[in-house]
């Protein structure tokens, strides 16, 4: 009895600890290294890469890091933005597909953006390309079409929102001439 | 007693945070439409100017209309209006579902249309569901592609990332909190009953 009460407390208060972190990590700016950006070589890749996603109007500017869907599950990075590699190069013509946490630290400034706002795309040969947000919309996580291709250049930037992060707040926005 | 009351407590907060991660079950399933977004579907009609009325709205709006068939019962509409504002309609037709299933769409937010054939469709009964988005207006829209659709390049994907993780922190807390208070339970009775 007096083992399981304490075997009870302390996973209790283990758990406690690990939600508080868990906290911690989504509200710590300091967590973000801008000069610890991994090389992106350990994954299949040809060309150039997006090297950082910049919003000037809501202060952000975060690394890219690559990333795959393996077995249906998307790999995202805790440190910046995910861009998909199967997507085209932003600036290329298709959709080029970029994601990232909630976090205040990451994209939770993204459902603040508006249409005919700028979003930079740093490219790793140090030329960037600047988009104009088209649209803004909530989408449900079921909602794949916002991943297809198009014929313009455009990308589809996207993180979580609404009630437990239930659903998708998407910017799609395209290249300027 | 208290302590029995307070156990009991605990379990209705576990069945409750249980209960968070179950979804919902229907007995109609709505056809996914695409986002305005990025529409989908085949162009069937655009209107780049012009006066536009919107399903359950009495509002007139000014600015482009785009409307794409998605399949033979799916219909999307992406109305654009001057100011921005974007008005995302999803038609369905329904002539094959059944009065009490309409009834069940309607109670979760669908709008029925005894007859498209107001509103340009074919003549048969439709239910209809706004969605909001923003767009940069008409006049400087030089998004969507007009129904020209290439395959996807991402392969078949189930669902977009979970790029949040507050259920997942709300759980860890939840459950550190109801440990916790359990093993202060048992600490307590033991105390209480000297066993």
Known sequence: MKLASKILILTGIGLLIFGSYLIFQRYNPQRLGFNNIPPMASVPRAGIFPKEVIIKNLGVRLPVYPALIKDNKWEATTKGVSYLVTSPVPGESGNSIIYGHNWSNLLGKLPKIKPGEKIEVLLDNNKKRTFIVEYTSVVGPDQTHILSQTTDARITLYTCTGFLDSKRFVATATLTN | ?195
Not at chain 2, 12 to 28: C, E, H, I, T
């Open chain 2, 1 to 195: 007693m208290r302590g029995r009351l307070f156990i009991a407590f605990l379990i209705v907060l576990f069945a409750l945070s249980v209960r968070l991660s179950v979804p919902s079950v229907y007995a109609v399933v709505s056809p996914d439409f695409p986002s305005c977004v990025n529409p989908q579907g085949s162009l069937k009609v655009e209107y780049n100017q012009g006066t536009h009325g919107v399903i359950g709205n009495s509002n007139e709006f000014k600015g482009k209309d785009s409307v794409y068939t998605i399949s033979e019962n799916q219909t999307l509409q992406c109305l654009c209006t001057d100011n921005g504002q974007g008005i995302q309609t999803n038609w369905w037709k329904v002539s094959s579902l059944t009065a009490d299933q309409i009834n069940i769409l309607i109670s979760q937010g669908w709008t029925k249309i005894p007859d498209g054939s107001a509103w340009g469709l074919d003549s048969s009964p439709y239910l209809a569901r706004n969605i909001d988005y923003s767009c940069s207006g008409s006049g400087n829209s030089t998004g969507g592609v007009g129904g020209q659709v290439l395959g996807a390049s991402t392969g078949s994907v189930l669902g977009l990332a979970t790029t949040g993780n507050t259920p997942f922190i709300l759980s860890v807390i939840l459950s550190g909190l109801i440990f916790l208070s359990l093993g202060a339970a048992i600490t307590k009775i033991k105390n209480d009953t000297g066993i």
